[in-house]
């Protein structure tokens, strides 16, 4: 489940939405 960790810190990053 790595999306899960990516996802809280792409969260932040633009581009990720």
């Known amino acids: ?3 899960k960790g990516a ?3 792409r969260s ?3 581009g990720v939405t």
Request: hydrophobic share 45%.
């Open 1 to 3: 489940m790595r999306k």
């Open 7 to 9: 996802l809280t810190l």
């Open 12 to 14: 932040m990053e633009p």
